[in-house]
Structure formats: C-alpha cells, structure tokens
C-alpha cells in the first residue's frame, strides 16, 4: 500500500495568516496515463469530508481561491493564503493512483 | 446535483453482519462515476472500503477484501454494503461517496452513517 505521511499534525493559524499542509507518499503518485492523481479533502467538524483540490493543484468547483494546491513525484503541499474562521478542520491528502487508495492521517487546521 | 443518502441499521453485533445502502439523487447510478464506501472511526482518519461501477466490476482494500461485498441495483439507483463478521474495530461513520473519472477523486459525499458493533 502506499503511504500517505501528513505534517504537521495540527497547525494553530492566525486569522489572516497564510497556512501550510505537507503531504508525503511512500512512492511517486505518477500513474502511467502520466497524471497524478493526489487529492485535498477538508473535513470541519461534525461534516462529512469536502473535496478542495484535484490532481495535484486543480481546485474544485465552488472551493475559494485562497486554497492551492502544489507539488510532483511523492511531496505535495496545500497552502492556505489568510485563514478564515470557516477553514478550521482537518485536512486529509489522499492518493488515487494505486489500489487500494489511500488518504493521509490528517492535518487540524484551527485558529489561535 | 448528484446528492448522496446512506441508510441501515447503527447497530450491529459482534460476528454480525453489517449492511448499508447508498441513495443516488440527482443524477444516475449508471453515469461514468465509481461508486465508493469510506470508512472513518470515531476520532480517527479515512478509510477506503471498496468502489463499484454500475457494470458491476469492484475493487476492494485488501485489508477487508475477506468480509465486503458491494453490489449495485440500477433500477433503484442504488449500491450498497455488506461487511461480514464484524467486531468492535468495525465501528465508525461510514460514508458512501462518488469518483468520477474526470477527477479521480472524491467529488461527492454522503453525510455519513455511524454504526457501532455491540452486544
């Protein structure tokens, strides 16, 4: 299986402030098609999970532009510009390119 | 707008058999969409279950590959899950979710149902 390694555990922000979410896999997510099928899932609390990013760095329809998405081969970064309250959660990677898919251990995104 | 609904009993007992159906609305079942179940235990992370195409070709985690079943009902709009033999590691919310060829990713969830493994 592949590994999927979030840092850090939890990241206390500043409103306003940008915010930064690691994502490591334990083996390149190319696909042979040549995409690379790493996905950013936010979950707030008490909610099922949101689909944020696609393929890396595509934001998907209606998600704000102050997510983006970045990263090649086994390192991927979600960065926040300026936190927002409605931002708290916990942010999962996840990797689509290899059965059985896999997500990320987490990532609590909450305000200082 | 696809919507998603998960139904089925919240409680199950240990050796039991746990089942659960997942409503399509919206749009249908047979679109070029995977069909997914994810798992996610109080307080911890996501788990991968298994997928279905409205073909009926699955694939499945390996760590549960033994006990699942997941099959799907065109006429209903409809798939569901069957995990046999459950224990108390088998509580959790479980979300049924749709993965479409165009992002292969998890564009659409279910507000999840919780279901605890109890005598």
């Known amino acids: 299986d592949i590994v999927m390694t979030q840092t850090p555990l939890s990241s206390p922000v500043t409103l306003g402030q940008p915010a930064s979410i690691s994502c490591r896999s334990s083996?390149?997510?190319?696909?042979?098609?040549?995409?690379?099928?790493l996905s950013w899932l936010q979950q707030r609390p008490g909610q099922p999970p949101r689909l944020l990013i696609y393929?890396?760095?595509n934001r998907f329809s209606g998600v704000p532009d102050r997510f983006s998405g970045s990263g090649a081969g086994t390192d991927f970064t979600l960065k926040i510009s300026r936190v927002e309250a409605e931002d708290v959660g916990v942010y999962y990677c996840?990797?689509?390119?290899?059965?059985?898919?896999?997500f990320g251990g987490g990532t609590k995104v909450e305000i200082k | 707008q696809v919507q998603l609904q998960e139904s089925g009993p919240g409680l199950v007992k240990p050796s039991g058999t746990l089942s659960l159906t997942c409503a399509v609305s919206g749009g249908s079942i047979s679109s070029s969409n995977w069909w997914s179940w994810v798992r996610q235990p109080p307080g911890k992370g996501l788990e991968w279950i298994g997928e279905i195409y409205h073909s009926g070709s699955t694939n499945y985690n390996p760590s549960l590959k033994s006990r699942v079943t997941i099959s799907v009902d065109k006429s209903k709009n409809q798939f569901s899950l069957k995990l046999s033999s459950v224990t108390a590691a088998d509580t959790a919310v479980y979300y049924c979710?749709?993965?479409?060829?165009?992002?292969?990713?998890?564009?659409?969830w279910g507000q999840g149902t919780m279901v605890t493994v109890s005598s």
């Open positions: 393929k890396i760095s």
């Open positions: 996840m990797q689509a390119t290899q059965f059985p898919l896999t």
């Open positions: 979710a749709s993965f479409p060829g165009t992002t292969n990713a998890f564009d659409i």
């Open positions: 083996q390149s997510l190319v696909h042979s098609d040549g995409n690379t099928y």
